[in-house]
């Protein structure tokens, strides 16, 4: 069975360009998370999502960040203008019927210039 | 104060050594614990959970718990070096969906 999958692997974008993040869960989960990792702040939840319902979306840093669910196998994260401080290992993560153990896809490395 | 605290290291250990990796954490109502394993530009990988007071063994990590001091550990005996990695602890919040990470510990198992 596939994982966690993520898309791109690595993107390298101006300041100012729109990005967008794409994470497809594993068959049958019905949580899914996306995390951001720095040296500096380490792995930081900035949404979490459960049957498609954003539940929680305190870490999103600003209203350049967004996510979204459209169905329940797929989701985005997308980042408007984006800017160097944005640049980061981007992680989408899923888990199954309220089980907290949470498995992750290879990560986005976003590098904004 | 950190909601997951780790101790940084690097924790350098000869291999066939125990490894011992520790946390705390600062929400008492936490009822899960996970610990990941994270390489070097790689994704963080889950090899252990525990939920109860005590000892939990899988091959040669155990995982133990003690909720009245909000402590957390990783053993790891007869360290290999392909041990070597970070190692994140993570603890689910009361509410019972947001996990928090610490900052892991980067363990070095030296051949």
């Known amino acids: 069975d596939a994982g966690v999958i993520q898309s791109p692997r690595h993107e390298v974008t101006e300041m100012g360009q729109e990005v967008t993040l794409r994470c497809k869960l594993i068959s049958g989960h019905n949580s899914l998370f996306w995390y951001r990792q720095t040296m500096m702040r380490g792995l930081e939840l900035l949404i979490y999502f459960n049957n498609n319902v954003p539940i929680d979306d305190s870490g999103m840093p600003e209203d350049r960040f967004s996510a979204k669910m459209p169905n329940a196998s797929f989701s985005t994260l997308k980042i408007q203008p984006s800017e160097p401080r944005d640049s980061a290992v981007y992680f989408c993560?899923?888990?199954?019927?309220?089980?907290?153990?949470?498995?992750f896809g290879q990560g986005t490395r976003l590098t904004v210039v | 104060q950190k909601e997951v605290e780790q101790n940084s290291g690097p924790l350098s250990v000869p291999e066939g050594a125990i490894a011992s990796l520790n946390c705390t954490y600062s929400?008492?109502?936490?009822?899960?614990f996970f610990w990941y394993r994270q390489y070097s530009g790689k994704s963080p990988e889950l090899i252990m959970f525990?939920?109860?007071?005590g000892d939990k063994e899988d091959g040669r990590f155990t995982a133990q718990l003690n909720k009245a001091s909000q402590y957390v550990s990783l053993l790891i005996r007869d360290s290999q070096p392909s041990d070597s990695a970070t190692y994140l602890c993570?603890?689910?919040?009361?509410?019972?969906?947001?996990?928090?990470f610490g900052a892991g510990t980067r363990l070095f198992v030296k051949a």
């Open positions: 993570a603890v689910l919040n009361t509410g019972g969906f947001k996990t928090i």
């Open positions: 993560a899923s888990s199954f019927g309220g089980r907290p153990e949470a498995f």
């Open positions: 525990i939920y109860s007071n």
């Open positions: 929400d008492r109502g936490s009822q899960s």
